[in-house]
């Protein structure tokens, strides 16, 4: 299993910006420069909030009022480091048990008094799934671990 | 019941790619119906198979577990880029 393949993805920015401002961009506008195409609710997202406070959530708010909580605040500690879990499985779909749910902590690093360096991991990717670290052992030609699988499964059985 | 035994022969791939005959005689259903729940899975592109001998082993496929972190990864790779874009921008000071 080489690096890039482990259960984790890691990625980094560096901002020109005081690291509480970093931070605060983080938080307050969370909803503004996420990716907008993995809108989980069935009408345009009029809103995303992050509620600054641990046992808050992330959610998505539509047009039509319907709501989708996909995060829980795990820790809030300003500036240095937010961590939230990530309630989506593999389809894109809200996942309700906390047992089958990543992590994601963002810290936040003062390169200087103007320039903050933000690192990103989302971690514990096999939680979506039990027993991938299994799969590498007897296969030769293994390219990786099963991440997800059980979950895909599950979502076939409309074709049963 | 067809779900279940579908999540059950995935849960036994994870262990060690096997034949139909193997996972079958491990579950409470037919070869058949192995069979025919392997085709749903190589179909969705779950599962992949190699022929050993007369035997055909199936095995989960990685390259779909891959796609999946690949995605996240260019989930954050982009909400980063956007993050980045506003926190440069010194006009945003105000919000």
């Keep these: 299993m080489t690096e890039t393949q482990a259960p984790v993805v890691r990625q980094q920015v560096v901002v020109d910006a005081p690291i509480d401002r970093a931070f605060a961009v983080f938080t307050e506008r969370f909803g503004d420069f996420k990716p907008p195409e993995h809108n989980l609710l069935a009408s345009p997202i009029a809103e995303t909030v992050f509620e600054p406070r641990v046992g808050g959530h992330i959610y998505d708010r539509a047009l039509d009022g319907s709501e989708c909580r996909w995060a829980r605040i795990l820790g809030l500690e300003p500036p240095d480091r937010v961590v939230f879990s990530w309630d989506i499985g593999p389809q894109w779909q809200v996942e309700t048990d906390p047992d089958l749910t990543s992590e994601v902590e963002v810290r936040f690093v003062p390169e200087s008094a103007t320039r903050t360096r933000v690192e990103l991991e989302h971690r514990h990717l096999d939680r979506h799934g039990p027993g991938w670290q299994s799969l590498s052992e007897g296969i030769d030609d293994d390219q990786g671990w099963a991440l997800y699988l059980d979950r895909y499964a599950a979502l076939l059985k409309e074709g049963s | ?95």
């Design chain 2, 1 to 95: 019941m067809a779900d279940g035994t579908r999540r059950a022969i995935v849960e036994r791939l994870t262990e060690r790619p096997q034949s139909v005959r193997d996972l079958a005689d491990g579950l409470p259903v037919t070869r058949s119906a192995v069979s025919q729940h392997l085709k749903v899975l190589k179909d969705a592109g779950l599962v992949s198979e190699r022929a050993e001998g007369t035997r055909r082993i199936y095995r989960l496929n990685p390259a779909a577990v891959a796609a999946m972190r690949d995605q996240l990864d260019t989930y954050w790779q982009r909400a980063l880029a956007g993050y980045q874009k506003l926190a440069n921008d010194p006009t945003e000071d105000d919000r």
